[in-house]
């Protein structure tokens, strides 16, 4: 199967209907002579003078550049972009020079002038993956000159889409590479300072002097355009459409098809012309002073690789369709494809996923191609309801077999040997001895006669009910509880939000958790308030009232009561009930504003250790602990740390008690889930440190009031009381050898290097693992690995769950960058981003990002791509949209050293992205935007997605954007009243009024379609999400644009295509 890799053409050079002469199909060239034609002598020049390629729409010297791609309504100016289209000649900058600043800086630097941009990306060509089709209508990427010669991929690989037209598979000989089709045209307007003009052929090396439309110097030696930067666009060399040498745009020769194993790159679509001629329709927009044709369009987005494009065609090719697990090292459809798993023995990809899926097979060849090496590991993973749950497998007394050696779990990976009396490990590849009840004879296959009756023979993923050997000292756990903790002080009671609690927990106790086939959960439950001082409640069925005690020695923490604490709801529901009425009363005159935390926690292990069980706190506080308690903290937040070294500080937990108490929460298996509503700094950094180390969760609801967040929170809260878990949780992760696990990124604890301790474990948390080689792989083998859980259910019974995985070993790389998953790479990225934070200048760790995505795409372009002009980007076919994800990454709130956010939002998110799974990571980078003005009212289908940017937006479109943690409804300004009518029965958007959290239930298609894609989203999503309804040029559209992430970010941050322009620019530095 070969590899298919995805080449960029000149992303803007689209043919833009219309213009000057360019006729629409795109066969041979036009008949004008303007062109130059095929077969005639090359022109002289070898690409398009830097700079000609797009107007310099910004930078006359002192003018701020404007945002770079362009990606703007032209009717909203923004950043300083200027209206006029062909401003002063700019200011000398090209490609080749270095960016303003390195863009480790990028976040906080301007965008680099759309002069170099477009130069570079000229010289990109970007825009034809392989694969899929390109998800702009096929306009040719370059001149028209270019299309004919896109060669046909090697068989296997899936065509390249091919625009109508002529194609010829293989270039006719008689094609000689079309020049640049320059030489010969019209200039409209006074021609560029040192440009060439037409038809006049160029002395000297082809690019020489030519097209500098700016004053300054020549550019030096022989490297045609190249600004004095390092190889700014493309050598005369053997290279994209320079003279008909080896290479551009390739004739038939040796390298048109590549070699059988290699996608075609570059010069196989067609050598790329490195850009758009100016001059030729199809410019860049606005291109410098003499261009022919009417002024010209935009840059054109559409031809670099888009994450919806790639979405799309994943769901075209393998939704709905059933993915069976019995193929070593096959990748699995993306997160985002709605597929069927058949479990044939490997888990399935919701339990875990890979960053690849074939390893390489020695430490160099990894350590060459700077991939890394990762699993993302969600062991609780929900089920959709066409798949079977996990067997249960019970062998009694004995327990789990295992192998003596490495202690992994009897799984398919295990060889029956010596007529089926021995097994050999295939972990550690010990021999052991099978035990006398486990005896099965085997087949003539050599597979045990009962191999498919045995789920942990025949699945990937399946449980064993554990014995006593693996319980705390020896005896079975009890069922686990769930405690509510209620800050009662002066600001949760003003804002009513103990009584919408206390009014909440009375139906939402019905609804706790419980196994498959029970009548009621199993789950206890207590309740205690505090402020300065904590209030236990005796809620004992035979009761009347419930009784309240209450601790003011904070400093010595005890549970004061041990009968009646902890109760079973159903006995106990009318005291319950009785209490909840009560408690909102009780504190109604409080004036205490001050409030304890520490002590809060440890009256939760404090009870769960008498009670001899684990569970789960859910507290719920306003403000920072200020009392005078143990976990005192005091405001430490400073803006002035922000773009400095120091300004890992405001990440790092306060140490000390902090610390210990995580370690004392997951040895007695207490999980703290925190409910947080703030209305200034709390010190999340520190407060969230104990859920985020015990596999708890942080919801953070600002300046909450009840009537605008109430239901926003309830519904969060009902989600996490209801969500599958498991407690008391340890996993190791085991692999064959030549490999080991090195890293653990989650919400999880790690008292040694080995065991990963998680107080509990919901069916959202993720655990990225990364693994390193100690010796080499074998091809023949694989790479294997098992991860194995030890939990309590929620009825207290102990069982071990187990997932395994097998992986291809291969000492080609080009198989890696193959069976890569950029979903799962991304989600790596942003959690060792997230952790390095801790310990480097942000300056740095986005150095470190932008580096190793240079270094994993320029060994790509190094060794596995076919030879091509150094001015082309080469994408492997499965990184395809990683730069995006990489951008955005760069642009999320914790890697942004922007003093506009707040310290506390960005402690959150670094949080919140530590225990992401995939899909999670994947949407929070990039958002879901869903037109849904002009849809279907008839169908269930919700529209498709369109690409995160604002040129998508229409002023008299509606569209809807989230990423599973916030959720706008945006309303363009020239939106139709009608519009406006059914779905907020108003008259037209004037009279829509500010805070609309919840759009009116109407009766008509509209709304109802609505609502249901909105509720549904709700549903789907771990997190609940606020609707906030934007209007166009409003204020709080700002926020709405900072989630528009191919833009330019708000508090810095490069959009997309610079982005682009940039890696490509560090790729070439490593290459030469």
Wanted: glycine residues 8%; neutral net charge.
């Amino acid at each position: 199967m070969s590899q298919q890799s995805y080449v960029a053409a000149p992303p803007y050079s689209q043919a833009q209907p219309g213009m000057g002469g360019y006729q629409g199909g795109f066969g041979a060239g036009p008949p004008q002579p303007l062109y130059g034609h095929y077969g005639g002598p090359p022109q002289a020049f070898a690409a398009p003078p830097a700079g000609m390629t797009k107007s310099p729409v910004s930078s006359a010297a002192g003018m701020p550049p404007p945002p770079a791609s362009n990606q703007y309504n032209p009717n909203v100016q923004q950043n300083g972009a200027h209206p006029q289209r062909y401003p002063a000649p700019p200011a000398a900058s090209a490609y080749g020079q270095p960016l303003q600043s390195p863009y480790n800086s990028m976040a906080s630097m301007a965008p680099p002038p759309a002069q170099q941009l477009t130069n570079q990306m000229s010289s990109m060509n970007l825009g034809n993956y392989a694969p899929g089709p390109m998800q702009s209508p096929p306009t040719p990427t370059s001149s028209v000159a270019q299309q004919p010669f896109q060669t046909s991929l090697p068989p296997g690989m899936g065509q390249p889409q091919m625009p109508p037209g002529p194609q010829s598979p293989h270039m006719s000989p008689q094609m000689s590479p079309p020049q640049s089709p320059l030489a010969s045209m019209p200039m409209a307007g006074p021609p560029m300072a040192g440009q060439q003009m037409a038809g006049q052929q160029m002395a000297g090396p082809p690019m020489a002097g030519m097209g500098r439309p700016f004053p300054g110097p020549p550019p030096s030696g022989p490297g045609a355009f190249q600004q004095p930067g390092p190889g700014a666009f493309q050598q005369p060399g053997p290279g994209a459409f320079q003279q008909p040498g080896p290479g551009a745009f390739q004739q038939p020769g040796p390298g048109a098809a590549g070699p059988p194993g290699y996608p075609q790159q570059a010069g196989q679509f067609g050598g790329l012309m490195t850009g758009p001629q100016p001059g030729m329709p199809g410019g860049f927009p606005g291109a410098p002073g003499g261009l022919a044709g009417p002024p010209q369009k935009k840059l054109d987005p559409d031809s670099i690789p888009s994450i919806t494009q790639v979405i799309e065609d994943d769901q075209v090719k393998r939704g709905g369709q059933v993915y069976s697990t019995n193929i070593r090292g096959q990748v699995p459809p993306l997160v985002t494809t709605d597929f069927t798993v058949q479990d044939q023995g490997n888990a399935s990809p919701r339990f875990m996923r890979c960053t690849t899926y074939s390893l390489p097979c020695t430490a160099d060849l990894a350590k060459q191609c700077q991939v890394p090496l990762a699993c993302i590991v969600k062991p609780f993973a929900n089920l959709p309801k066409n798949e079977t749950p996990l067997y249960v497998v019970n062998h009694g007394e004995t327990g789990p077999i295992r192998c003596n050696r490495c202690k992994a779990y009897m799984c398919p990976y295990m060889q029956f040997i010596d007529g089926g009396r021995r097994y050999q490990c295939g972990f550690c590849n010990c021999v052991n001895e099978v035990p006398v009840f486990y005896f099965q004879h085997l087949d003539h296959m050599g597979r045990r006669v009962d191999f498919y009756e045995r789920p942990e023979l025949s699945l990937g993923s399946y449980e064993f009910v554990a014995t006593l050997d693996y319980c705390k000292n020896n005896k079975p756990p009890n069922p686990p509880a769930y405690i509510f903790m209620i800050d009662v002080s002066y600001n949760n009671i003003k804002s009513g939000l103990v009584k919408l609690i206390c009014d909440e927990l009375k139906t939402l106790l019905e609804n706790l958790p419980s196994e498959e086939g029970m009548e009621c959960s199993a789950i206890k439950v207590g309740f205690v308030t505090y402020n300065k001082v904590l209030h236990f409640y005796n809620v004992k069925s035979a009761l009347a009232q419930p009784q309240m005690m209450v601790v003011s020695d904070t400093a010595e923490m005890f549970v004061p009561l041990l009968d009646g604490f902890l109760v079973n709801y159903q006995d106990s529901r009318a005291v319950i009930y009785n209490l909840l009425d009560q408690i909102p009363d009780m504190f109604a005159d409080t004036n205490e504003s001050e409030t304890v935390f520490v002590p809060v926690i440890q009256a939760g292990v404090e009870a769960f250790k008498a009670a001899e069980c684990s569970g789960k706190l859910f507290i719920f506080q306003s403000s920072m602990p200020t009392a005078e308690a143990p976990g005192k903290l005091k405001n430490r937040d400073d803006k002035k740390l922000v773009n400095t070294d120091k300004e890992k500080t405001l990440f790092q937990p306060q140490k000390g008690v902090y610390e210990q108490l995580s370690k004392e929460c997951v040895a007695q298996g207490c999980c703290v889930d925190l409910f947080l509503f703030p209305s200034q700094y709390m010190d999340i950094a520190t407060m969230a440190d104990v859920p985020s180390h015990t596999g708890g969760s942080v919801y953070k609801y600002n300046n909450f009031q009840v009537e605008i967040d109430g239901e926003h929170f309830l519904r969060d809260l009902r989600k996490d009381v209801q969500k599958s878990i498991g407690f008391d949780a340890i996993m190791r992760v085991r692999t064959s050898t030549g490999f080991r696990a090195t890293e653990f990124f989650g919400a999880v604890h790690m008292n040694n290097t080995t065991d990963i301790e998680m107080a509990a474990v919901d069916c959202d948390k993720a655990l990225t693992v990364e693994f390193k080689h100690d010796d080499t792989l074998s091809e023949e083998t694989g790479a294997l690995m098992q991860c194995a859980l030890l939990y309590t259910t929620i009825n207290g019974q102990r069982r071990l769950r187990v997932h395994n995985l097998s992986l291809n070993c291969s000492l080609q790389l080009s198989e890696l960058y193959k069976s890569c998953e950029t979903d799962s790479l991304i989600n790596f990225f942003a959690k060792s981003a997230c952790r390095a934070m801790l310990n480097q200048p942000l300056k740095s760790v986005r150095e470190i990002l932008v580096n190793q995505t240079a270094h994993m795409l320029a060994c790509y372009r190094k060794n596995c791509a076919s030879p091509s002009a150094a001015s082309q980007l080469i994408l492997p076919d499965a990184m395809k949209v990683f730069p995006v994800y990489m951008n955005s990454l760069m642009k999320t709130a914790p890697m942004v050293g922007s003093t506009e956010l707040s310290t506390d939002d960005r402690a959150h998110q670094r949080l919140l992205i530590m225990g992401m799974g995939v899909e999670d990571t994947r949407l929070l980078l990039y958002p879901r935007l869903t037109p849904l003005h002009n849809m279907d009212v008839s169908t269930e289908t919700v529209p498709a997605p369109v690409r995160c940017s604002e040129e998508r937006l229409t002023d008299a479109g509606m569209f809807l954007l989230e990423n599973g943690h916030s959720m706008f409804l945006w309303l363009g300004q020239a939106i139709p009243p009608d519009l406006i009518q059914s779905i907020f029965n108003l008259p037209s958007l004037a009279h829509l009024q500010g805070h609309v959290c919840a759009l009116p239930e109407l009766d008509n298609p509209l709304s109802n379609k609505v609502r249901s894609i909105i509720n549904g989203l709700i549903e789907e999503r771990p997190n609940s999400m606020k609707l906030h309804i934007v209007r166009q040029k409003d204020k709080p559209e700002m926020v709405f644009r900072q989630f528009l992430v191919e833009d330019k970010g708000l508090h810095g941050g490069a959009s997309y295509m610079d982005f682009l322009c940039y890696v490509h620019r560090e790729i070439r530095q490593l290459l030469t």
